[in-house]
């Protein structure tokens, strides 16, 4: 007999592909065969010949070397223009559904659990009649929701997705919650149970805050910018805590220390506040003993920096690079840009991992 769950989230950047990679590693452990699908999905990349395909299946089909087709992963994808053409009457939804139910039947039948992860929140999807309840509903799975580690609003947010759920028939098989601070965990999972118990719903695992998940790293700025590192290449999944736009005098920026994990946004224009960062992490490089400081440029303005700047920088090893936008419009794009875990950082995959694994009870996901 075949098994499965639906994992869905109670909004965007809740953190359900992180939960989804420990969930699955951690099943992994109960079962010899472990399959894994989004049935509908959105951000996508091309595989192979051409093959649009979800970018969680592609992190979930490489990092756990999955032996399933892209195409059975991730079966319908929403590319921009597909909710006109839908309303416009040129796409089937229940060719799009026959298309889901035949890959989770591919997958599960090849499998002895299959994890089916959602799209956005439960409502995602509704346009084209495939949100969340639709698809859980339609491959008969259990949910289990992803929820955000506070009390009241988390709970509220809870409350709307449950309701659609409810109304598909779909049965809630439990509640994680992400991101819980340490200073609250108690307080936060007792008052928790407390109020699902008014459903009857168990907490089945309460995920601490890891601040490292969500730093971005050089890559999600070459991502965000659309760009490439100047100098770097090889430091592409540094990852950073402080963020600092430096644009001030020489006399008040000699006086500040570098400190671990800082990107440093400067004008390309500032070639003296440039040279006195490259001294400071030269000071860093030849202390005695050395004091490693691991830091990184990002050059703005409408200028890039002169090619014997960058031949310095590259002396240094100090990564960096360039965007033609403001430093203070860098800051802003940066403030609301949210770093997704991508499988070529295996140090943020993993520590998602042995977080998730360790904090979720297995015996209620899967009894």
Known sequence: MTRGIFIAATGQHIGKTTLC??????????????????????????????????????????????????????????????????????????????????????????????????????????????????????????????????LGSAFDALAVNCALFHAKGVKIKGVILNRVLNEKREMIINYFQKALNRWN??????????????????????????????????????????????????RLYRQEKLLNNQLIITPASREDLILATLAKVWDSKLATPPRPTSCALLLTGPQPPRPLLVEKIKRADLPCLYTSVSSYKAMQMISSFTAKIRQEDLCKVELAIQLVESHVDFSLLTS
Do not use: W
């Open 21 to 150: 990679l420990g969930i699955l590693a951690g099943l992994l452990k109960i079962y010899n065969r472990v399959g894994f699908i989004k049935p509908v999905g959105q951000k996508h990349i091309f595989v192979n010949n051409q093959i649009p395909v979800d970018k969680d299946a592609v992190l979930f089909h490489e990092y756990f070397r999955l032996n399933i087709p892209y195409t059975a992963m991730s079966p319908v994808i929403i590319p921009a223009g597909m909710t006109r053409e839908f309303l416009d009457g040129l796409i089937d939804t229940q060719q799009l559904k026959d298309k889901i139910t035949d890959a989770y039947d591919h997958i599960s039948s090849n499998h002895d659990f299959t994890l089916s992860e959602g799209t956005g929140h439960v409502g995602v999807g509704s346009i084209i009649d495939l949100n969340n309840a639709d698809v859980a509903s339609l491959l008969g799975l259990e949910a289990v929701l992803i929820a955000s580690g506070g």
């Open 201 to 250: 719903i168990p907490l089945i695992g309460a995920i601490p805050y890891e601040e490292m998940l969500a730093e971005p790293s050089i890559l999600d700025f070459e991502t965000l910018f659309e760009t490439k590192v100047l100098v770097g290449e090889k430091q592409r999944f540094c990852h950073f805590h402080h963020l600092s736009i430096v644009d001030t005098s020489m």
